[in-house]
Every structure is written in C-alpha cells, then in structure tokens.
C-alpha cells in the first residue's frame, strides 16, 4: 500500500514576493515526480511503458543498496538498486525492482540517473538552455518527454 504524503514547505524569512510585489504562499515540498523515459521499458508481453513516477529519496534509500551483495561485488550496480527503490510506477508496471531496472535501455537508465540527481540535489526537474539559432536563454521540463517533442 502506498502513501502519498504532502509536505508544507518552510518559510524560509520573508514569503516570496510576486512581480506585482504582493505576498505568495510557500509552495508545498513535492516528494512525488512525474517523467516520460526517451525509450521505454518493455514488458515480458512487449508493451512499452514510458510515463513513470519517481520520489525524494530518503537517507535508507540511499544507505540499504550498500549491503547490496550485488553493489559489493560491482559498484556499478548500485545506481541499479537506488533507482529501483524510488521509482514507484514506469506505464502500468508498479512491481519495481532491480530486475525491472537491469531491463532498461542504457539511455533510459542515463536518463533516471540525472532525473534523480536533479530531484534530490536541486528539487526540481527543470534545465536552464540556450537556443542554439537565437542564443535565447530558457527552462525546460525533463519530466515532460525529450526536447522537441510535444
């Protein structure tokens, strides 16, 4: 049984102010983030699932796939346990596990690898870019899908 809990941010000095310069609530602390894998994964019937959920990772999280005897043996398979304990959902598939993950294609693992970097190290799923035409500098989404799509 999962739970989802939500989380008030604390205030941290003075509420953020708008541009028209009146008080805004504190955004609540997200521990549940959306994101459409590059490729997908396929299931043991061929379906590809792309769209998932991944959450905040605690210290556990990262602590249990130490005594991993897989991770002791190769500690490259330690980004293999950790992502298979946070992600909760990848399309309908929300029996995760290290088995799920190992069946990934390579750039969907990349993927997860920098979609959890950015979830738990800067909070969020945007990336500051530039056009490469107009030299414009923008945000994206990563958890939308990959740049380009729609």
Same mark, same amino acid.
């Given at each position: 049984?999962? %739970?989802? /809990? @939500?989380? @008030?941010?604390?205030?941290r #000095?003075?509420?953020?102010?708008?541009r028209? #310069?009146?008080?805004?609530?504190?955004e609540?602390? %997200?521990t549940e983030?959306g994101f459409e894998?590059?490729?997908?994964? /396929?299931?043991?019937? #061929?379906?590809?699932h $792309?769209s998932?959920?991944? %959450? &905040? *990772?605690?210290?556990?999280?990262? &602590?249990v796939p130490? $005594?991993?005897?897989?991770?002791?043996?190769?500690? *490259?398979y330690?980004s293999v346990?950790?992502?298979? %304990?946070v992600?909760? $959902?990848?399309?309908?598939?929300?029996?995760?596990?290290p088995?799920?993950?190992?069946d990934?294609? *390579?750039s969907?693992? *990349?993927? &997860?690898?920098?979609?959890?970097?950015?979830?738990?190290?800067? #909070?969020?799923?945007r990336?500051a870019?530039n056009?490469?035409?107009?030299?414009?500098?923008?945000? /994206?989404?990563?958890?939308?899908?990959?740049?380009?799509?729609?």
């Amino acid at each position: 049984m999962r %739970r989802t /809990v @939500q989380f @008030q941010a604390p205030e941290r #000095g003075a509420e953020r102010e708008s541009r028209q #310069g009146e008080a805004r609530q504190p955004e609540p602390l %997200r521990t549940e983030f959306g994101f459409e894998l590059p490729r997908g994964y /396929v299931d043991e019937s #061929g379906t590809v699932h $792309r769209s998932g959920v991944m %959450r &905040l *990772a605690t210290a556990r999280d990262e &602590l249990v796939p130490l $005594r991993d005897d897989r991770v002791r043996e190769n500690s *490259a398979y330690l980004s293999v346990v950790l992502i298979s %304990r946070v992600v909760t $959902r990848i399309g309908t598939v929300e029996d995760i596990h290290p088995g799920v993950i190992e069946d990934l294609f *390579a750039s969907d693992l *990349a993927f &997860l690898q920098d979609f959890y970097r950015r979830i738990n190290a800067e #909070g969020h799923t945007r990336a500051a870019v530039n056009c490469p035409s107009c030299h414009e500098e923008f945000t /994206v989404d990563l958890a939308g899908g990959r740049l380009g799509e729609s």
